[in-house]
């Protein structure tokens, strides 16, 4: 597949995590314009740029993830996601650990603003901590999965869309969601094809295992910003999990 024919595949959402709408733009600039991809604008870029940047990318047709990770009061958030809804962005996070009440609110400040499109969904446990930083640092006794099937709970009964976890909980999350009468999608980051560093990731998988898991799309940040043809590797990406679909 070349450059010129491959299509955009809405699976993989690059995590623009840059420090400027300058940096933004010239990186998006490499990307032929019938390729848009999907894009994560996460903490760094929305704080450096702002709303209305935001805004012009979802104009400018790119399916936009806002991951800006609330975690307030039910009333905070609620007002929150009142102000997200009117940008038109396609995907938005809370933490599932601001619990049911919180994540409800935000569901229902979606509906009331007719954000029928933007699809919320529940982090659990960030994919940089392991079993270790959860239990010794953090203070939250078990393992990991049963920490996340617990979240998946939560956001299933909060009524939100999906979840984001590692692709290593992708069955037992999209099980509990099942058990608990939803269908959740779930997003995974920490997504490292074979021979790229970790970082400060712990619970990491190739795009072809996650896919293999059941990810419905994989978050990828440095490892495609950091590449010297990040468009080529993008592709690369692409093909990759394609193969692994077919089997
Ligand atoms: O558990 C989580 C939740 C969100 N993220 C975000 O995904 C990207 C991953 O970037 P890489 O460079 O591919 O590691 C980043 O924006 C995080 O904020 C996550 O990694 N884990």
């Given amino acids: 597949m070349t450059s010129s024919t491959a299509q955009t595949d809405p699976t993989i959402i ?12 010239s990186f ?43 975690h307030d009061i039910p009333h905070t958030v609620y007002h929150a996601v009142k102000s997200v809804a009117n940008l038109g962005v396609d995907m938005l996070t809370l933490h599932a650990g601001g619990g049911v009440s919180m994540m409800a609110a935000a569901r229902e400040a979606a509906e009331v603003a007719g954000a029928d499109t933007m699809r919320l969904v529940g982090v659990t446990q960030l994919t940089s901590n392991d079993q270790r930083t959860m239990n010794e640092e953090i203070g939250i006794p078990g393992t990991v999965e049963d920490c996340v099937r617990r979240y998946a709970g939560l956001v299933a009964q909060a ?16 099980q509990a969601m099942r058990e608990a009468g939803t269908e959740g999608i779930a997003v995974v980051p ?19 295992q ?23 590797v993008y592709e690369q990406i692409q093909q990759d999990i394609t193969k692994v679909r077919r089997i």
């Avoid at 704080?47 to 400018?60: D, F, H, I, Q």
């Avoid at 984001?164 to 909980?169: I, K, M």
């Avoid at 920490?190 to 072809?208: C, F, H, L, N, Y």
């Fill in 14 to 25: 690059i995590a623009l995590d840059l420090p400027t709408q300058d940096a933004a733009e």
């Fill in 28 to 70: 998006l600039a490499g990307f032929p314009w019938e390729k848009r991809p999907f894009l994560k604008v996460g903490m760094q870029l929305f704080y450096a740029t702002g709303p209305t940047w935001v805004a012009s990318l979802k104009e400018r047709g790119y399916p936009v993830f806002l991951d800006l990770k609330l």
């Fill in 159 to 174: 009524g939100l869309h999906g979840i984001v976890c590692s692709g290593w909980e992708v069955p037992m999350v999209k």
């Fill in 190 to 208: 920490g997504i490292r094809p074979q021979g790229v560093a970790s970082d400060d990731q712990k619970r990491v998988m190739t795009p072809e």
């Fill in 210 to 232: 996650a896919i293999q898991n059941g990810a419905d799309y994989l978050v990828m940040g440095r490892a495609i910003l950091r590449a010297d043809d990040p468009v080529r």
